[in-house]
């Protein structure tokens, strides 16, 4: 049941009239909090955003707004080392946050929570999307909700009753993925134009937003230049330098 429900993921970007209470809000957030964190610091916030004005700038700011026009809910994921600072003044201890081991730490934090909550979800029958767009625009939407130095938004989450489903994409084989004892590259061409197939196949058939295309080639196009430069520049003002 558990490997049918992961297996059949797919992000939905169209959810029905539905808002989450906040009883269900916090149910869901309950859960995930039982996700693993690197010596339990649980260094994550989330920001419920039911505010309609900023719900629509935060949609805007991530250049996603369509995302949240009918979503039941959406949350604002964050790193978040504050927290931690005021704990260690309960010890009068000053917390060293200016490292890039933190920042990995908290967005593994993030990472974690946010699978175990979108899995709670979806085991609900809501459907979700990951909204990777707020890191275009991190400083003003952490002016947006007030985020203190030492917080930094990740990405958000719509989720919701979906109202329109799409199909499950291919994923990598697990060849691809999966080495044994050492790193192997060798495989990769072969498994790639392999992958290559499957993807053009998927693009072609699938029920909306029908395109030729292929993974290698998205790819390539997607990476061949740095993206969001800004982001160092952007958690140096919250008080990472990334030393």
């Given at each position: ?62 250049k ?6 009918t ?33 990995l ?48 938004p ?19 084989p ?70």
């Open positions: 049941m558990v490997e049918k429900l992961l297996r059949s993921h797919s992000s939905v970007r169209k959810y029905k009239d539905y808002t989450l209470t906040k009883e269900e809000v916090i149910a869901l957030v309950e859960t995930a909090q039982h996700a693993a964190s690197s010596h339990f610091v649980q260094a994550y916030s989330i920001i419920w955003v039911t505010d309609a004005e900023k719900k629509e700038e935060l949609g805007r700011l991530s996603n707004p369509k995302q949240f026009e979503a039941g809910a959406a949350l604002l994921l964050c790193a978040d080392f504050h927290r931690l600072q005021a704990a260690g003044k309960l010890h009068n201890t000053e917390i060293v946050i200016d490292t890039t081991e933190n920042v730490v908290g967005a593994v934090d993030v990472a974690l929570f946010a699978q175990n909550l979108v899995i709670a979800a979806e085991s609900k029958g809501y459907g979700i999307c990951f909204i990777g767009g707020v890191r275009n625009a991190p400083k003003e939407i952490s002016q947006l909700v007030d985020l203190p130095e030492g917080v930094f990740l990405f958000a989450i719509t989720l919701g009753v979906p109202d329109q489903q799409n199909e499950v994409k291919p994923r990598l697990v060849a691809a993925v999966l080495h044994e004892n050492s790193y192997d590259s060798a495989k990769y061409e072969s498994l790639l134009t392999e992958y290559d197939h499957t993807m053009e196949e998927y693009y072609a058939n699938r029920g909306s937003n029908q395109k030729v295309a292929n993974w290698t080639q998205q790819m390539a196009e997607f990476l061949e230049s740095p993206r969001r430069p800004h982001i160092r520049e952007f958690l140096a003002s919250k008080g990472f330098h990334l030393k």
